[in-house]
């Protein structure tokens, strides 16, 4: 028999906004599960040595800005996830931290429900943790892939050196950072967004506000989007597959 109130949680910085705790809380209720879910909204990650200390944990979902930072206090880490070099899941399992990567998992099934055949090309807004992992399925998936950020660097354009062609042959784009998350919903990656065209499949891993401004200056020149909502769904699931095996 399981051990009764079991606590899993999520790790980031503030994030009272997050979708976790709301979906866990409801499932464990609906299926009757003795468990409870907990944001640990830390402000450094050295904060978390004290929290594993305080609490008998039994998993946790990793979010921004920690995905590569809590690397370090992880005893393991499975083959996915280091080859991301970034982890969303921790499994607490015979005294080890093992890391996971289920958002790979879920991007990809979000995104097999958008692409059509001519999405050959991606341009990958970020290049913190949960980029590497959409820069993974693209290889899985066999989709060339650029970098964008704001600043210069080997193997990734900033968004002033985008040019007319980057745009035409890149028809798919994702944004991988928290730019134009609530309540900053005004925000948006700093795209030329009269280069958008019904050909582009725009994909927002924010999920609140459901339609960031990048999605809708998106929609406006007729391009498919989609935010990360289904996205964080399917990977939650993997999560907890994970943490119940």
């Known amino acids: 028999m399981k051990e009764k109130n079991r606590v899993f949680g999520l790790l980031g910085r503030n994030i009272d906004y997050s979708f976790s705790r709301g979906y866990f809380s409801e499932k464990f ?5 003795d468990a409870v879910y907990k944001n640990f909204d830390l402000q450094d990650i050295s904060e978390l040595s004290s929290v594993l200390e305080k609490q008998l944990i039994h998993g946790l979902n990793v979010t921004i800005p920690y995905k590569e930072e809590v690397i370090p206090y992880l ?10 070099s970034a982890v969303n899941t921790i499994v607490f399992k015979e005294g080890k931290r093992i890391g996971f990567n289920t958002d790979c998992i879920g991007f990809e099934r979000a995104l097999k429900t958008k692409l059509k055949p001519h999405h050959k090309k991606a341009l990958v807004l970020g290049t913190g943790g949960a980029s590497k992992a959409i820069c993974y399925v693209f290889e899985q998936l066999g989709i060339e892939y650029q970098m964008v950020s704001r600043t210069a660097g080997l193997h990734k354009k900033t968004y002033s050196q985008l040019e007319t062609n980057d ?13 134009g998350t609530h309540p900053n919903v005004e925000d ?46 399917k990977q939650a699931e993997a999560a907890w597959e994970l943490w119940n095996r």
């Open 75 to 84: 005893d393991e880490l499975d083959k996915t996830a280091q080859k991301i």
């Open 29 to 33: 209720e609906k299926e009757g599960i």
């Open 167 to 179: 745009y035409h042959t890149h028809s798919v784009i994702v944004n991988c950072t928290p730019v």
């Open 188 to 233: 948006k990656p700093p795209l030329d967004y009269s280069q958008i065209s019904e050909k582009h499949l725009l994909f927002d891993l924010i999920y609140n506000p459901s339609e960031t401004r990048f999605l809708a200056l998106g929609k406006e020149c007729g391009a498919d989007t989609s935010n990360g909502l289904y996205m964080l769904q």
